[in-house]
């Protein structure tokens, strides 16, 4: 998969989300607009997907995307297939100022270059970090700052998390709407995430776990797991696996939906609460890797399907 020219010098911004942009001479919020990147990045530049700038750590870069301030409609439609109660009732979320995403999940080799160790149980360093618990994440925030003076990378809120999925798009998934055919069945999520009903094509590792009694796949296989980051189509913001590969950690725990508007809602914080899990997996079934999905987890737990991706806020 193209991830993108990487270039650097003037940059100019495009209306890459349908969210009233125009160019960087216009946009005053625009994070480079004045030819200079933050103190913390190591590259910057500009590809079709828009802007971004990069963090390098012992020779293991990560790529962060440009998420513009704006507003969209949080949870799902009551007639989409699927739908789990806790997804609604939809609601409109306005999230001000922007923030830098990571555009893919962070990576083994990233993980292993800050930390020194690697959890995962499917090993391969372009591969996703994964049985990690949110503390363990945090520890892995921390340490990070401390390599990179002024970079304060921390865990997305869910509704960041969200908005940043959907990328301008209110449908079920960033790529257009679910037609779910059967429980690890729904041919749109094909070109944009690894899921139960294809995450056997192409497994290459040799611990795969056993799916031959999976129900109603999309293809037929033996033996599945996680694969390298950044193999499936990104989203309109140039975001990697933000549905399927591993369940993402979010900063925050549940928050109960209501219909009134909010501007950057956020559940609860307090310490040993159950935290958000956005994104769904590898083992997932397909109703549960859609942009609406949520479920939380003990910030102690942690298992082969859950990882995280990073911001800059």
């Given at each position: ?13 495009v209306d890459f989300i349908g969210i009233a942009l125009t160019d960087a001479r216009q946009n005053t919020n625009h994070p480079l607009i004045d030819g200079r990147a933050p103190a913390w990045a190591g590259g910057w530049g500009q590809d079709r997907h828009g802007v971004f700038t ?94 990179i003076p002024a970079l304060a990378l921390m865990l997305p809120t869910e509704a960041q998390w969200e908005y940043a999925c959907r990328a301008g798009i209110e449908t079920t998934t960033y790529a257009g709407s679910m037609k779910i055919l059967g429980a690890n069945h729904a041919p ?126």
């Amino acid at each position: 998969m193209d991830r993108g020219d990487r270039g650097h010098g003037h940059i100019w911004i495009v209306d890459f989300i349908g969210i009233a942009l125009t160019d960087a001479r216009q946009n005053t919020n625009h994070p480079l607009i004045d030819g200079r990147a933050p103190a913390w990045a190591g590259g910057w530049g500009q590809d079709r997907h828009g802007v971004f700038t990069e963090i390098t750590v012992d020779n293991v870069t990560q790529r962060l995307r440009w998420i513009p301030p704006g507003e969209f409609h949080m949870g799902s439609a009551t007639n989409e297939p699927g739908r789990w109660d806790n997804e609604g009732p939809r609601h409109r979320v306005i999230l001000n100022p922007g923030y830098w995403l990571f555009d893919t999940p962070c990576t083994q080799a990233l993980w292993q270059a800050v930390m020194d160790d690697n959890p995962s149980y499917f090993t391969s360093p372009d591969r996703p970090v994964e049985s990690v618990t949110w503390e363990r994440v945090n520890e892995f925030m921390a340490e990070i700052n401390k390599r990179i003076p002024a970079l304060a990378l921390m865990l997305p809120t869910e509704a960041q998390w969200e908005y940043a999925c959907r990328a301008g798009i209110e449908t079920t998934t960033y790529a257009g709407s679910m037609k779910i055919l059967g429980a690890n069945h729904a041919p749109i999520l094909d070109a944009i995430a690894w899921y139960g009903g294809n995450s056997g094509v192409g497994f290459d590792l040799d611990n795969g776990y056993d799916s031959s009694r999976w129900p109603e796949k999309q293809y037929p296989h033996e033996q599945v797991g996680t694969h390298p980051v950044a193999k499936k189509m990104a989203n309109r913001l140039g975001l990697y696996d933000m549905l399927g590969n591993v369940w993402e950690w979010c900063r925050d725990g549940r928050r109960e939906y209501h219909r009134e508007p909010l501007l950057q809602p956020m559940g609860s914080v307090e310490q040993d609460v159950k935290r958000t899990v956005r994104g769904g997996s590898w083992n997932s079934s397909a109703r549960n890797v859609r942009a609406a999905v949520r479920r939380w987890g003990e910030p102690g737990i942690c298992n082969v399907s859950l990882g995280f991706r990073g911001m800059v806020g």
